[in-house]
């Protein structure tokens, strides 16, 4: 089980970070994403951590976003900075034991975490 948590309303520029803890399933053994959708949208790959560490991010947040994994908590982070208006959207995170876990699809993930709305106001 994921459970995703951070979410909230901010002004535009302003940080959020999200954490995704995990249940139920040996954590370490996952590579684990960020996802989004935004309403009207389909859902869109934002970030990707691997078992190792290796980061993978979508080029719209490179730069602005970062994500890790701390595998003694069973969790991992997505924070979020200088953040747009046009990141608003349901943020959810997913876990993968697929080696095409980096390549944006959301059919190489495994399992999946309730989402959390983030909302940036301009």
């Known amino acids: 089980q994921l459970q995703a948590c951070g979410g909230g309303l901010v002004q535009a520029g302003g940080s959020l970070r999200l954490s995704c803890s995990a249940s139920g399933r040996t954590f370490r053994n996952y590579h684990m994403g960020w996802f989004r959708q935004a309403p009207g949208k389909e859902r869109e790959f934002v970030a990707a951590v691997s078992r190792s560490g290796g980061n993978t991010y979508a080029d719209s947040v490179k730069g602005r976003f970062a994500i890790s994994r701390d595998n003694a908590k069973n969790t991992m982070y997505l924070q979020m900075n200088s953040l747009k208006p046009e990141d608003t959207a349901v943020y959810y995170c997913?876990?993968?034991?697929?080696?095409?876990?980096?390549?944006?699809?959301?059919?190489?993930?495994?399992?999946w975490g309730q989402g959390t709305q983030v909302t940036v106001s301009s």
């Open positions: 997913a876990g993968s034991t697929n080696v095409q876990y980096n390549s944006g699809r959301s059919s190489a993930y495994d399992y």
